[in-house]
Nanobody, 126 residues
């Protein structure tokens, strides 16, 4: 059983920054991939970024590339999403997800991830 808990969301002004955290209170996989997704009410959940524990490879959606940074802290069983230069379009509920053995072609697909957190709200507004 893997329990994921996100934190770090909140209200921030345009141009500001937030760092989201994803804590894993259960068992971690030696070859997991951590992903961040976001969802706006009435829209599909969309891929934001992913991080492979083995090798440290990162992947980003075009809309966040250059602004967001995903990382992992193995000893703490935690992952992070550093978000800079935030705009109103980044307002959403952000979810972290874990999955074992996700192939590259599936890295942005929700169905590839097995475990999900409950989400944390990020609101960008002046």
């Amino acid at each position: 059983q893997v329990d994921l808990v996100e934190s770090g969301g909140g209200l921030v002004q345009p141009g500001g920054s937030l760092r989201l955290s994803c804590a894993d209170s259960g068992r971690t996989f030696s070859a997991y991939t951590m992903g961040w997704f976001r969802q706006v009410p009435g829209k599909e959940r969309e891929f934001v970024a992913a991080f492979r524990r083995r090798g440290g490879t990162t992947y980003y959606a075009e809309s966040v590339k250059g602004r967001f940074t995903i990382s992992g802290d193995y000893p703490k069983n935690a992952g992070y999403l550093q978000m800079n230069s935030l705009g109103p379009e980044d307002t959403a509920i952000y979810y972290c997800a874990y999955g074992p053995h996700i192939i590259t072609s599936s890295i942005s697909q929700q169905s590839a991830y097995r475990y999900w957190g409950q989400g944390t709200q990020v609101t960008v507004s002046s």
